[in-house]
């Protein structure tokens, strides 16, 4: 495993696709941004991102969740708006991290 230290902090990172991607709890740690990923709320990340020209699908990996399988065998109300899993951003690159340090 690598680890990048910043400061105080140890970020693990990895290599994908030629760019360096942060662990990314570490790293919004190391930059004092910790509520935006216990939020999740990444929209004024991704508006930042997309203002300095990078596109957030491209900035973070994701590592898709499954759901557990239902119980209940009733039919959905809606089934085209359900979700068997959901992605979850769990990396961030070196290019939109210091991004954000800088916004």
Known sequence: EHIMDLGKFKIPFMY????VFLEKCSAFEAIG?????RC???RKVDKILIEYGLNPADEFLQQEKFAAKRTRRRR????ENSKIGRN????VS???LSVLIEA
């Open 16 to 19: 994908h696709k030629g760019k």
């Open 33 to 37: 941004k910790t509520s935006i990923i």
């Open 40 to 42: 999740s709320n990444y």
């Open 76 to 79: 959905l109300r809606y089934p």
């Open 88 to 91: 979850r951003r769990n990396h």
């Open 94 to 96: 070196l290019a939109a």
